[in-house]
């Protein structure tokens, strides 16, 4: 077995607000939450899921208070889990496939409630997230399901997980895709208006563009005056959904290079598509940021040369089972670029879109909280490119200079910068680092902190056991018990 198997081990236990040991020292001016979603458990009635997406959702939530931690972690009791635990049922998921009445009524109506892709505050609620339409409230104190956001009048079949926050105009934006004999890329916005829980969280269409062949979309790029999909050639006939044995959702889709990559700018005031530009083709999950620049977007994502890092990502690759005698099982995510795209926009700047790289070998992307939309500095993530380990790196994005973090033998997780409160200038490095860490050789995981500015180690407090590799978290400052 790899070492770093204990990644993808369920997790039976679960803790309500443990004092954790702690190596070092952390800020005390550090206060709030940091609640991180992801799979904890990989089998049901038996039967293993196919894809690392697939699991059982888990939150972890890290609390911080004097620069003490406390752990609480709590599986994510939704229907899906409540038939995985009592009926041995599974859930046609990502790339796990039920039986075919199952993917039929996930397909027209009746997707899982299995949020084990990320969290996110919008109006007064909690929301666990995933690509299904479902939006899981929990209690950021208890963990606890709180049931789901209503239905509105926005249709949509696969969503992303990842929406884009705007605290200038007091919304948050989404998007969607509806599949069907008209298939459609749907633009959200979400106000904050009125707040309160249950409010604030209906959808308010922005624009909506028609495609013959909806592309794979996990995630997109928002700036003050524009929403931009990006648009890989990993494209699907909805038809294939309703066949009997077609697998799990991703296995219908099909890389197409000879499409390329479209990036699709609409007006956030007005809804239009005021730019749709094509370039070589690549394959992406995270955008990083994005702002305008001169008659152009400025996008910068993490691309990939195609999509095999789907594939690369299932159970039987990470575990070994693919058929790689030779090189044994690998975490095949080394060779993300974080790249720069340069989209023209408005009239009389081209139509060429120019690609800079700037670090080879990342995922899970951050940025500031503050430096959303505006030209920025700073980009921090999971650095992938050496064998036997994860670590985490800070890319100055202008430069492309890098400063990164390595502990022997450890695997790091998606890094999330919280900014210094006290400090009134703000800046995108004046803070602290925070990232999950499995250590292979005591099969326990940790939750590191780091300094933003010089990315050394300030503290790690340790966690009794080992936390499944996950996928995204957010900091609440506001979340203190």
């Given at each position: 077995?790899?070492?770093?198997?204990?990644g993808?081990?369920?997790?039976?236990?679960?803790?309500?607000?443990?004092?954790?040991?702690?190596?070092?020292?952390?800020?005390?001016?550090?206060?709030?939450?940091?609640?991180?979603?992801?799979?904890?458990?990989?089998e049901?009635?038996?039967?293993?899921?196919?894809?690392?997406f697939?699991?059982?959702?888990?939150?972890?939530?890290?609390?911080?208070?004097?620069?003490?931690?406390?752990?609480?972690?709590?599986?994510?009791?939704?229907?899906?889990?409540?038939?995985?635990?009592?009926?041995?049922?599974?859930?046609?998921?990502?790339?796990?496939?039920?039986?075919?009445?199952?993917?039929?009524?996930?397909?027209?109506?009746?997707?899982?409630?299995?949020?084990?892709?990320?969290?996110?505050?919008?109006?007064?609620?909690?929301?666990?997230?995933?690509?299904?339409?479902?939006?899981?409230?929990?209690?950021?104190?208890?963990?606890?399901?709180?049931?789901?956001?209503?239905?509105?009048?926005?249709?949509?079949?696969?969503?992303?997980?990842?929406?884009?926050?705007?605290?200038?105009r007091?919304?948050?934006?989404?998007?969607?895709?509806?599949?069907?004999?008209?298939?459609?890329?749907?633009?959200?916005?979400?106000?904050?208006?009125?707040?309160?829980?249950?409010?604030?969280?209906?959808?308010?269409?922005?624009?909506?563009?028609?495609?013959?062949?909806?592309?794979?979309?996990?995630?997109?790029?928002?700036?003050?005056r524009?929403?931009?999909?990006?648009?890989?050639?990993?494209?699907?006939?909805?038809?294939?959904?309703?066949?009997?044995?077609?697998?799990?959702?991703?296995?219908?889709?099909?890389?197409?290079?000879?499409?390329?990559?479209?990036?699709?700018?609409?007006?956030?005031?007005?809804?239009?598509?005021?730019?749709?530009?094509?370039?070589?083709?690549?394959?992406?999950?995270?955008?990083?940021?994005?702002?305008?620049?001169?008659?152009?977007?400025?996008?910068?994502?993490?691309?990939?040369e195609?999509?095999?890092?789907v594939?690369?990502?299932?159970?039987?690759?990470?575990?070994?089972?693919?058929?790689?005698?030779?090189?044994?099982?690998?975490?095949?995510?080394?060779?993300?670029?974080?790249?720069?795209?340069?989209?023209?926009?408005?009239e009389?700047?081209?139509?060429?879109v120019?690609?800079?790289?700037?670090?080879?070998?990342?995922?899970?992307?951050?940025?500031?909280?503050?430096?959303?939309?505006?030209?920025?500095?700073?980009?921090?993530?999971?650095?992938?490119?050496?064998?036997?380990?994860?670590g985490?790196?800070?890319?100055?994005?202008?430069?492309?200079?890098?400063?990164?973090?390595?502990?022997?033998?450890?695997?790091?997780?998606?890094?999330i910068?919280?900014?210094?409160?006290d400090?009134?200038?703000?800046?995108?490095?004046?803070?602290?680092?925070?990232?999950?860490?499995?250590d292979?050789?005591?099969?326990?995981?940790l939750?590191?902190?780091?300094?933003?500015?010089?990315?050394?180690?300030?503290?790690?407090?340790?966690?009794?056991?080992?936390?499944?590799?996950?996928?995204?978290?957010?900091?609440?400052?506001?979340?203190?018990?």
């Amino acid at each position: 077995m790899p070492a770093y198997s204990p990644g993808f081990r369920s997790l039976d236990a679960e803790h309500d607000d443990l004092s954790l040991d702690v190596d070092g020292e952390i800020p005390a001016w550090l206060s709030g939450s940091l609640v991180r979603n992801g799979p904890g458990k990989f089998e049901v009635g038996g039967r293993r899921v196919e894809h690392w997406f697939d699991g059982l959702a888990m939150l972890h939530k890290f609390r911080f208070d004097g620069g003490d931690v406390a752990y609480s972690n709590r599986f994510l009791r939704t229907e899906t889990y409540r038939r995985a635990v009592e009926e041995g049922t599974i859930a046609s998921q990502f790339a796990t496939s039920g039986s075919y009445l199952d993917q039929l009524k996930s397909f027209l109506g009746d997707p899982t409630d299995n949020a084990n892709v990320n969290v996110a505050r919008v109006g007064g609620d909690y929301l666990a997230l995933t690509e299904t339409p479902r939006r899981v409230r929990f209690d950021p104190e208890t963990l606890a399901v709180r049931g789901d956001l209503p239905a509105d009048d926005v249709p949509g079949h696969h969503v992303t997980a990842h929406f884009q926050r705007d605290d200038r105009r007091g919304e948050t934006v989404g998007y969607a895709t509806e599949f069907g004999r008209t298939n459609r890329y749907r633009i959200y916005r979400v106000p904050d208006d009125p707040p309160g829980p249950g409010a604030g969280a209906e959808r308010v269409p922005v624009a909506s563009l028609e495609v013959e062949r909806p592309a794979y979309l996990h995630s997109f790029a928002l700036t003050r005056r524009y929403a931009v999909l990006v648009e890989p050639p990993f494209v699907v006939n909805p038809m294939r959904f309703l066949l009997p044995g077609s697998g799990g959702f991703i296995d219908n889709y099909r890389w197409r290079p000879e499409r390329g990559t479209r990036f699709l700018v609409f007006d956030r005031e007005s809804g239009e598509l005021a730019a749709e530009r094509r370039t070589a083709p690549f394959f992406f999950f995270h955008t990083v940021n994005a702002f305008d620049a001169e008659g152009h977007v400025v996008v910068d994502l993490v691309a990939y040369e195609d999509a095999d890092i789907v594939e690369n990502l299932f159970m039987s690759s990470v575990e070994g089972e693919a058929g790689r005698p030779d090189s044994g099982p690998e975490l095949d995510a080394a060779e993300g670029e974080l790249a720069r795209f340069r989209v023209p926009v408005e009239e009389g700047t081209g139509t060429t879109v120019e690609r800079r790289d700037r670090y080879t070998g990342t995922e899970l992307p951050r940025v500031a909280p503050g430096a959303r939309m505006d030209r920025y500095r700073f980009a921090y993530g999971q650095a992938t490119a050496r064998e036997g380990q994860n670590g985490l790196v800070k890319v100055n994005v202008e430069t492309g200079e890098a400063t990164e973090w390595w502990a022997e033998g450890h695997y790091a997780g998606e890094p999330i910068f919280v900014p210094n409160p006290d400090d009134a200038a703000v800046p995108e490095d004046r803070g602290v680092v925070l990232a999950p860490a499995l250590d292979t050789e005591s099969e326990q995981s940790l939750l590191v902190v780091l300094d933003g500015e010089t990315f050394e180690e300030l503290a790690r407090a340790q966690v009794p056991h080992h936390i499944p590799f996950g996928f995204h978290g957010e900091f609440f400052p506001e979340v203190v018990s």
